[in-house]
């Protein structure tokens, strides 16, 4: 059984879906991570810079007023900004706070930090509407050993927000860069397919006969394949050859030596009257020249294959073949008939193969006619259908499957060879058609039936 073939198309998608997901999968958590941290940074550089500002503003002893810082977001309640001062013991007790306008009348529970040493430290708060709040703070001391820790906060929402709307325009940005890649791979895709269409499109004209080459003018990754097909071609066509030019030279040396060794001694026992008995060696060369002609005509048979690549006119080939009968038998004046040879009718075969096929049946017609020969040629959905048929004595119907087989003969005369249906039969076959005998409703002799596969027109 022959597994299903897949599409290049189905197989092209998927790598470009493949390779599409693999970036997206490893960029978007990079890039995510990437912009948190360095967005994450600067917020903390910013309150880093509030934090020495607020340091540089404090006073030498706890009593004295400090500056006021600028930004007025220290000023507005509950703007997200906020700052708290706490005077210290050595121990990290609370003695006194200091707080922006920003937290109203609330606080921030600020870690006991209590090592001036320390860097600043980071927290995470709740703010005075119980929001998340980033803390960075430290504790210093100042002239006369008062002891400070000092806090900077910001809303954590901000940061956030802002994270989550770069995650968006991230997707976006990767659902364009997807669709870019579509597009991309689509051109490539689009051509190649139009090549492997174009390919297609030439190898079943070569098999319906409309060519008998490929062409060169294909990309060069696919001139190994058409190559190599015309090669093939090439090589089959002249083994054919060969074997047609073997066999016509192998009846030659044989057959015609035989047939004249044969007629020689006909004449000789004919010009002889003073004996009327059939000289010995004549029926071993009656029956040696039957059997030479039997051996040849099956072998013309087997190499009557349709060559790919090769067409041949059904009707020109009958129009050709009646008029040459019609003219052997001219002084029989035979009234011919025919019908449907106007339209061209192509077939898959060599033209000399059906030459060979139908002369023998319209000479058998000729032949057996008393008055009539028909010859029609019809189209059927798969192919053509000839019909031969005449007026003569015709084949019992019990004898038709008898009548085809090799070497039988119903005609009694010494030139008949009993091999003209049996040789038609197996050329229609080796054609890829059939061939069937039948009476003629109408003029009541043989109709030979050849049913032939067509070509597109």
Not at 95 to 116: E, G, I, K, M, V
Not at 199 to 206: C, E, I, Q, V, Y
Not at 220 to 230: A, F
Request: glycine residues 6%.
């Amino acid at each position: 059984m022959t597994p299903p073939s897949r599409s290049l198309r189905l197989m092209w998608l998927t790598a470009a879906l493949v390779a599409w997901l693999a970036i997206a999968v490893s960029c978007y958590p990079l890039l995510l991570n990437a912009f948190s941290a360095e967005v994450q940074r600067q917020f903390r550089d910013e309150l880093a810079r509030h934090l020495e500002a607020l340091l540089a503003a404090l006073p030498s002893q706890p009593q004295e007023w400090w500056q006021e810082l600028s930004d007025p977001r220290w000023h507005k309640p509950y703007s997200g900004w906020y700052w708290q001062i706490e005077s210290i013991d050595a121990q990290g007790k609370r003695l006194r706070q200091w707080r922006s306008r920003s937290l109203w009348d609330t606080t921030l529970a600020l870690p006991t930090w209590n090592q001036p040493q320390a860097p600043e430290q980071m927290a995470v708060l709740r703010g005075p509407r119980g929001e998340e709040v980033l803390a960075l703070g430290r504790v210093v001391i100042t002239e006369g050993q008062n002891r400070w820790r000092v806090a900077v906060a910001a809303e954590r929402a901000p940061l956030q927000q802002s994270a989550a709307a770069f995650a968006r325009e991230l997707r976006l940005v990767l659902a364009l860069v997807g669709l870019l890649m579509a597009l991309a791979l689509a051109l490539p895709f689009w051509w190649s397919h139009r090549v492997l269409t174009r390919l297609s499109a030439d190898l079943k004209a070569l098999q319906r006969g409309e060519r008998l080459r490929l062409g060169s003018d294909y990309p060069r990754e696919l001139l190994p394949l058409t190559q190599t097909v015309n090669q093939v071609l090439d090589q089959h066509a002249a083994a054919l050859e060969a074997m047609r030019r073997q066999t016509a030279n192998m009846a030659h040396a044989v057959k015609t030596p035989l047939a004249a060794a044969l007629q020689s001694l006909t004449v000789a026992r004919r010009d002889d009257s003073s004996t009327r008995t059939p000289h010995p060696a004549q029926a071993p060369l009656e029956q040696a020249l039957g059997m030479v002609q039997r051996y040849l005509a099956r072998v013309r048979t087997s190499i009557s294959t349709p060559r790919i690549g090769q067409r041949a006119d059904l009707a020109h080939v009958l129009t050709a073949l009646s008029e040459t009968i019609q003219t052997l038998y001219a002084s029989r004046a035979l009234r011919w008939e025919q019908q449907g040879l106007q339209t061209p009718a192509w077939v898959m075969a060599d033209e000399r193969d059906l030459y060979e096929l139908f002369g023998a049946l319209l000479d058998n017609a000729a032949k057996y006619a008393v008055h009539h020969v028909c010859l029609s040629l019809q189209r059927l959905d798969a192919g053509w259908q000839v019909v031969i048929s005449d007026d003569g004595p015709g084949i019992p119907p019990e004898r038709y499957e008898e009548v085809l087989c090799w070497g039988l003969r119903l005609d009694e005369q010494p030139q008949a060879t009993g091999l003209g249906l049996t040789v038609a039969a197996e050329l229609a076959h080796q054609l890829g058609g059939q061939l069937r005998l039948g009476r003629d409703p109408r003029l009541g002799g043989l109709a030979v039936t050849v049913q032939l596969p067509g070509l597109a027109q």
